[in-house]
Nanobody
Framework: QVQLAESGGGLVQAGGSLRLSCVASGRTFSSYAMGWFRQAPGKEREFLASCDWSGSRLLYTHSVKGRFTISRDNAKNTVYLQMNSLKPEDTAVYYC??????????WGQGTQVTVSS
């Protein structure tokens, strides 16, 4: 079982940047594809980005493509989400998860990102 812990959220002005981190416990982190999601109040959880075990095969949802970048460091058991050109509509709780077959699992507790206009 992998446990995930997100950090790096906070309050930022529109146009600013944040880098989120997701640290995984356990020795099997490097075998998982990883993803980032977010959930805004009153909305469903939304897929943002994913990468395979090596940090390749990157996928992004349209709304963040060109602004957000997913990366990972398997030596540090960490996956990152670099977020640039932030908008007020990016305000949400951000989560990371592992991908097992076609399912996402091992959700972290989330980190709040608030973008002020």
């Amino acid at each position: 079982q992998v446990q995930l812990a997100e950090s790096g959220g906070g309050l930022v002005q529109a146009g600013g940047s944040l880098r989120l981190s997701c640290v995984a416990s356990g020795r099997t982190f490097s075998s998982y594809a990883m993803g980032w999601f977010r959930q805004a109040p009153g909305k469903e959880r939304e897929f943002l980005a994913s990468c395979d075990w090596s940090g390749s095969r990157l996928l992004y949802t349209h709304s963040v493509k060109g602004r957000f970048t997913i990366s990972r460091d398997n030596a540090k058991n960490t996956v990152y989400l670099q977020m640039n050109s932030l908008k007020p509509e990016d305000t949400a709780v951000y989560y990371c998860a592992t991908q097992i077959a076609t399912m996402w699992d091992n959700w972290g507790q989330g980190t709040q990102v608030t973008v002020s206009s």
